[in-house]
């Protein structure tokens, strides 16, 4: 069973618009998460993350919001950029190890 | 300073054949970690190392074996591969529990 689930497989957006990617997880030991970018043919690079403790951490354009009582991760893009087309992964930590959503596709449309 | 790199890029195996992904980073993290990525799946975890001469299992161990002889690389082994480990390979590094730099990754074809 996902511990770490990303429910929407694709996002397509209008650039300068707002982007949301949205990540549930289940396990309650999750201290930190991180979300990823990935494009095509190249490893994930780190975007942005939130320790438990917070519900709120914001660089530049982009934000991540924490509700522990849901459950519930997600990153705002905004404004939305065509660069900003590619794959977002949301990682959850437990000890040593970080457990990945399947994925989110975001496309932004100039 | 080059980061994770990885070798090979690409490996076509067939089913029985053996070989080893190796990882290398310059950046002196002592956590480095083994993932594969399917369709649909995400990221995850083989296995990883929390330093030089450790190793632990991660989600999906078997049919894999490591090994860190040497802190800045992380070899990944396949005695005998099989139809179903066919999937992109990365290798990530950090030097603490968090954030983690991935490699470029190696896309293996077992048939």
């Known amino acids: 069973d996902q511990q770490v689930k990303q429910n929407s497989p694709s996002l397509s957006v209008q650039e300068g618009r707002i982007s949301i990617l949205n990540c549930d997880y289940t396990n309650s030991m999750f201290d930190y998460f991180l979300w990823y970018k990935k494009y095509p043919a190249e490893g994930p690079t780190f975007l942005i993350s939130i320790s438990s403790i917070k519900d709120k951490n914001e660089d530049g354009r982009f934000t991540v919001f924490l509700n522990k009582s849901a459950k519930h991760l997600s990153l705002h893009i905004v404004p939305s950029q065509p660069g900003d087309s590619a794959v977002y992964f949301c990682a959850a930590k437990a000890g040593n190890m970080l457990t990945f959503g399947g994925g989110t596709r975001l496309m932004v449309k100039p | 300073n080059a980061g994770v790199t990885q070798t090979p890029k690409f490996r076509v195996l067939k089913t029985g054949q053996s070989m080893t992904l190796l990882c290398a980073q310059d950046?002196?993290?002592?956590?480095m970690y083994w993932y594969r990525q399917d369709p649909g799946m995400g990221l995850r975890l083989i296995h990883y190392?929390?330093?030089?001469?450790?190793?632990a299992k991660g989600e999906v161990p078997d049919g894999y074996n490591v090994s860190r002889l040497k802190k800045q690389n992380f070899l990944l082994g396949l005695e005998s591969a099989a139809p179903s480990q066919t999937s992109v390979y990365f290798c990530?590094?950090?030097?603490?529990?968090?954030?983690?730099?991935f490699g470029p990754g190696t896309r293996l074809t077992v048939t």
């Open positions: 190392s929390v330093g030089e001469g450790t190793t």
């Open positions: 950046m002196n993290h002592e956590y």
């Open positions: 990530a590094s950090s030097p603490f529990l968090r954030q983690q730099y």
